[in-house]
């Protein structure tokens, strides 16, 4: 097996080195191009919803675009972690279920918010640990650990409650859902955001950071390209395996802050096919689900995709809601197979 390796950051490059070759080039074309096609589609979604329901395009629809979206935003980056070095993570969505009702009941027995809220993110770093440990040292594949993960989280959220647990109306909590005015608009055409909306951005650009711009980042795409090659060239490929299901089990922990802040109640059943929505935002944004190619950026256009998808679906009124499922279906089946084509396309050009 033939490794290429990059030459280290601040090194001098050989003559051979000087300039990326023709098959780099392409490769990182080729790579964007999913992330480009969901983007054409978020944009082509804007034009349609504009011109058949109007009123899309305004700073109250972009407003609630956000702040409706915005945990499956930090869920999709912790997923795009994951799904980069060929796993996955069905565990999330159990992972916000035990967060919030630990979180509520833990506000409403008179913890300090910020205790509480601590708490719900530490289930959740603890939890993505727990599916670590089984992949990286006990050698269980990624869907069975967290599946098992999945199955202890939603457990566990039912022996705390099986109803709706409520936050008080004065807990310092809800005010991370507090509408911030940023444009005052005619009428009630206002540009407004969260604190978690604020939190997510900050996750997407950390995020971004991470894997563009530190070595932890850059092992993850060489994990994904290939593991063995990673290990082979001596990258810390055990800790970094582990560290990125801790990474998406925190989000996940985040994000169930996020969501209850704005709900302002929590129950077992919150997160069902929660993870599949965070997993299809990551696909569509044009991470391959074998690893080694993806962007943060991508999955945000991918969870905002979604998010657009249901707001046309409730203007039009005469589509079902049902069908939201079966057009989610579709989109990432189409882009399911334009990974497939661009791989096989990728394969040709360097073999």
Request: charged share 10%; net charge positive; aromatic share 6%.
């Amino acid at each position: 097996m033939t490794v290429t390796t990059r030459p280290p950051t601040g090194s001098a490059p050989g003559p051979a080195s000087s300039r990326p070759s023709l098959a780099d080039r392409l490769g990182a074309r080729l790579s964007a191009l999913p992330t480009v096609a969901a983007l054409l589609i978020f944009i082509g979604m804007i034009i349609y919803g504009e011109a058949a329901y109007g009123r899309i395009v305004q700073f109250s629809t972009l407003s609630n675009l956000l702040v409706n979206n915005s945990h499956l935003i930090i869920l999709a980056v912790g997923l795009t972690f994951v799904i980069l070095t060929g796993g996955i993570d069905l565990s999330v969505g159990a992972v916000i279920a035990v967060s919030s009702v630990a979180g509520v009941m833990l506000s409403n027995a008179g913890w300090h918010p910020v205790a509480a809220v601590l708490v719900m993110v530490l289930i959740g770093s603890a939890l993505g640990l727990v599916s670590g440990v089984l992949i990286q040292y006990f050698g269980v594949q990624p869907f069975i650990a967290t599946l098992a993960t999945m199955f202890l989280a939603r457990g566990l959220a039912s022996m705390l409650s099986t109803v709706p647990e409520r936050l008080a109306d004065d807990s310092a909590i809800r005010e991370l859902a507090t509408q911030l005015k940023i444009i005052d608009g005619n009428k009630v055409n206002d540009l407004v955001i969260t604190p978690g909306v604020i939190a997510a951005v900050v996750i997407v650009l950390a995020g971004f950071v991470v894997l563009h711009r530190t070595r932890f980042g850059r092992t993850v795409y060489a994990i994904g390209g290939s593991e063995q090659s990673a290990t082979l060239m001596g990258l810390p490929v055990p800790v970094t395996k582990l560290g990125i299901y801790v990474i998406s089990g925190t989000l996940a922990g985040i994000a169930a802050v996020v969501y209850t802040s704005r709900l302002g109640s929590a129950q077992n059943i919150t997160g069902i096919g929660w993870e599949l929505d965070a997993i299809a935002a990551v696909v569509i944004g044009g991470t391959l689900l074998t690893g080694g190619t993806g962007f943060v950026l991508g999955s945000v256009v991918g969870a905002l995709v979604l998010g657009l998808m249901n707001v046309l679906i409730t203007r039009d009124g005469g589509i079902r809601p049902e069908m939201t499922t079966i057009i989610t279906g579709g989109i990432l089946l189409v882009f399911v197979i334009l990974q497939r084509v661009l791989a096989a396309r990728r394969r040709s050009e360097t073999g």
